[in-house]
C-alpha cells in the first residue's frame, strides 16, 4: 500500500526547539521558526521524501493539555514549512494533542498527525491516557479535515500497557482499524529502540492499514523492515551520533536512503 502516492516513504523529523511558556524555551521565537525552515530545506536537498514535525524538546509533557502559545506556533511552524518545501508534511504535538495536532494540520494545509492514545488505555510517563479516537474524529469531521490522515501509535514506547496485557497488540491494531485510524505505528520500547519484527508481521498480516515502524529503524536495519513496514518515520538515526537533540547528519540520512533503491 502507497502512502502519498509514495512506495514505502521515509518519513524524516524535524525536533523543533522549545516553545513558549516550557522551561527549555530560550526566549524567541523566530530562531525555532528558522531551524524548523532550516531542517526541512536539508531534508529536502538529501531526498526525505516526507517529513514532520514534533515539539519533543518541551519537556516535560502535559497530558493531552497544552496552550494556544504551543499549537499556534506549531501550526506557523508547519506553514512556513510547508510553503518552503513541496512534500507531504505532518505533526504531532506532545503528549497526546490529538485534536490541536489536527488543528494545526488543517490551518497549514498539511497532510497527516500522528496520534497517540488513540485506542484503549496505557499509562505514559505523563499519567494515564484513555481513548481519544471518538472524540478526535468527530472533531476532525466538525472541522472540515478529513483530508488529515490520522496515524495511530499502539503499544506505544515509555509506556506501560499493564492494563491492556490480555489484549495483545494484533487486537490493538484491529480496535484502530474499526476506529477508522488511517495506519498504526509500532514502535520499540523506548526512541531509538527497534519495534518487533514479530509484531509488525503479525499486524501486518492481520489488518488491511498500513503499518509504520516508528522507532529504532537504521541504514543497518531497514532492509529487515522493508518487506512489512509501509512506511518509516526516522529521527534519532538521522541526526548526529544517532541522538535525537541533535543537528541532521547528511551522510547518515544519504546511506540510508541508498539501502531502500
Known amino acids: 500500500m502507497n502512502l502519498f502516492n509514495l512506495n514505502k516513504p521515509i518519513i524524516g523529523m524535524i525536533h523543533v526547539d522549545a516553545l513558549p511558556g516550557t522551561p527549555k524555551y530560550n526566549g524567541s521565537v523566530k530562531p525555532i521558526i ?6 526541512a530545506l536539508i531534508y529536502q536537498s538529501l531526498g526525505v521524501p516526507v517529513l514532520m514535525i514534533e515539539n519533543m524538546h518541551d519537556v516535560p509533557y502535559l497530558n493531552r493539555n497544552v496552550g494556544p502559545e504551543i499549537t499556534t506556533l506549531m501550526s506557523i511552524i508547519l506553514y512556513e514549512i510547508k510553503r518552503t518545501i513541496n512534500l507531504p508534511l505532518g505533526i504531532q504535538i506532545l503528549a497526546g494533542a490529538n485534536k490541536e495536532a489536527i488543528a494545526s494540520a488543517h490551518s497549514a494545509d ?3 498527525i500522528r496520534a497517540e492514545g488513540f485506542v484503549f488505555a496505557h499509562v505514559a510517563d505523563e499519567g494515564m ?5 471518538g472524540e478526535l474524529l468527530r472533531y476532525r469531521k466538525e472541522i472540515g479535515a478529513e483530508n488529515i ?11 506501560s500497557h499493564s492494563i491492556t496485557a490480555d489484549i495483545d497488540i494484533v487486537e490493538t491494531a484491529k480496535a484502530a482499524e474499526f476506529f477508522l485510524s488511517d495506519g498504526v505505528i509500532i514502535t520499540g520500547s523506548s526512541t531509538g529502540s ?23 529503524i537504521t541504514a543497518e536495519n531497514i532492509s529487515t523492515y522493508l518487506a512489512y513496514c509501509d512506511a518509516f518515520i526516522i529521527g534519532s538515526y538521522f541526526k548526529q551520533e544517532g541522538k535525537w537533540f541533535n543537528p541532521i547528519d547528511p551522510e547518515k540520512v544519504k546511506i540510508l536512503l541508498s539501502k531502500t533503491k
Do not use: C, Q
Open 129 to 133: 491516557f484513555n481513548s481519544d479516537a
Open 194 to 216: 527497534e519495534p518487533s519484527l514479530t509484531e509488525i508481521r503479525s499486524v501486518k498480516s492481520k489488518v488491511g492499514l498500513p503499518v509504520l515502524a516508528g522507532s529504532g
Open 110 to 112: 498539511a497532510d497527516f
Open 149 to 159: 490522515l490520522v496515524f495511530t501509535d499502539i503499544k506505544k514506547k515509555h509506556s
Open 34 to 39: 528558522e531551524k524548523a525552515k532550516s531542517e
